[in-house]
């Protein structure tokens, strides 16, 4: 088991401390790569460092871009409401990650749960 410590902003990191997120979105780059099945995460609020969760990773899911992975994964799980679901779109993810580095990494979800 490897622990690792990613940084999160207050929306999603309040989403899963809720409940309400249990697949974290990233890029699937060499940090992402190092997480399997058993890993723990720490995630650190970006606006108080001092506020974190832990969490287990139970799985990873692996795609070529956000475009699949929104077809393949349950996005109510991925941090969209109910009443922001049904304009989800994989380009939400471009304020993150370029379609550029989407290309060259790939991308995955990370399904957690709070320990």
């Not at 249990?22 to 790569?33: F, G, N, V």
């Not at 997480?35 to 001092?50: K, M, P």
């Not at 692996?62 to 475009?67: A, G, I, N, Q, Y």
Request: proline residues 3%; charged residues 30%; glycine residues 4%.
């Amino acid at each position: 088991m490897k622990e690792h410590i990613m940084k999160l902003t207050p929306s999603p990191f309040k989403m899963i401390r809720n409940g309400k997120k249990t697949i974290e979105l990233r890029l699937y780059d060499e940090k992402r790569k190092c997480i399997s099945s058993g890993d723990r995460i720490t995630f650190v609020n970006t606006d108080d460092e001092n506020e974190v969760l832990n969490v287990m990773v139970e799985n990873l899911f692996v795609f070529s871009s956000f475009e699949e992975l929104y077809k393949n994964l349950p996005l109510l799980e991925c941090g969209y409401t109910e009443n922001d679901v049904c304009k989800a779109s994989p380009d939400d993810m471009e304020q993150y990650y370029s379609k550029d580095k989407q290309k060259q990494y790939g991308v995955v979800g990370i399904k957690i749960k709070l320990i």
